[in-house]
């Protein structure tokens, strides 16, 4: 029987773009539900304060710095989770860079890759070594994070519209090829949430929030939970879908 406040005991997850907003939220409500968490990121830093901070508690996470646009990085990361946790049941994958604003014929290339890089490509890294590690783990499920700008055209920022886009085109059928594999695949897609990310261009994103019928920016920490919602044993028949939280940012 699964334990109402430990729903992910026994469960070992992993969560890129832990260093900060959406990343260690998410991670810390899957410790504080049981799960042993890796925190996968570029800077080491902001990796260790937020494990110290799940570990404060009696949870249980393992820093793990990595690129995740570097392939080799993330099958590493796949194998730190599995050796250390034994197993791996669940993943997150979360990076984004917004790239900055620049019109489509005026952004530079190596921006546009860099974009691709984090935005995407790490996405498909992530399935690519997550997939059959679950699997052999028993089954489990995995969250893809885009944006609400899946939905949209985005200007002044195509190659970040683009890559979410891409992401919604990955998860579909990334999840149509693991429908009886045991491996369930969703999207969450945020909307104007108040994290580092948003930050970078604030002039932007108050032109955002000013379109939120809620009239405020969402939370990591509630961003967290739907994603977690998707990660559990209450998602059992949901795959392939795209849950937005977005105060009705798409209405």
């Known amino acids: ?4 406040l430990k729903p992910f005991a026994g469960k070992v997850a992993l969560v890129t773009g832990s260093g900060t907003g959406i990343g260690p939220a998410t ?3 899957l410790a504080r539900e049981g799960a042993a968490v ?3 990121g570029r800077r080491p830093g902001p990796l260790e304060e937020a494990a110290d901070s799940i570990r404060a508690t009696s949870g249980t996470a393992y820093p793990f710095p990595a690129d995740v646009s570097n392939p080799g990085q993330v099958a590493a ?4 989770a599995v050796g250390s946790g034994g197993a791996l049941h669940l993943a997150v994958n979360n990076t984004g860079v917004s790239g900055g604003a620049s019109r489509l014929v005026d952004l530079d290339v190596d921006a546009y890759r860099q974009v691709m890089g984090v935005n995407l490509d790490a996405a498909f890294y992530g399935l690519k070594y997550q997939i059959p590690a679950i699997i052999v783990a028993g089954g489990g499920a995995i969250v893809n994070v885009s944006s609400v700008d899946a939905d949209r055209g985005h200007v002044d920022y195509t190659a970040y519209t683009a890559t979410k886009h891409a992401v919604r085109g990955l998860t579909r059928a990334a999840a149509l090829e693991h429908a ?9 897609q945020p909307g104007v949430i108040a994290t580092p990310l948003s930050r970078t261009d604030p002039q932007a994103t108050a032109r955002a929030e000013a379109k939120v019928p809620m009239g405020r920016s969402g939370r990591p920490s509630g961003t967290a939970q739907a994603i977690c919602f998707l990660l559990s044993q209450r998602a059992f028949y949901i795959t392939r879908t795209f849950f937005s939280v977005d105060g009705g940012f798409l209405a």
Do not use: S
């Not at 009886?180 to 969703?186: A, D, F, K, L, W």
């Open 38 to 40: 890796i925190l996968v």
């Open 180 to 188: 009886t594999t045991g491996v369930r695949i969703n999207e969450l």
């Open 77 to 80: 990361a796949v194998d730190f």
């Open 27 to 29: 991670a810390e409500h």
């Open 1 to 4: 029987m699964i334990d109402p």
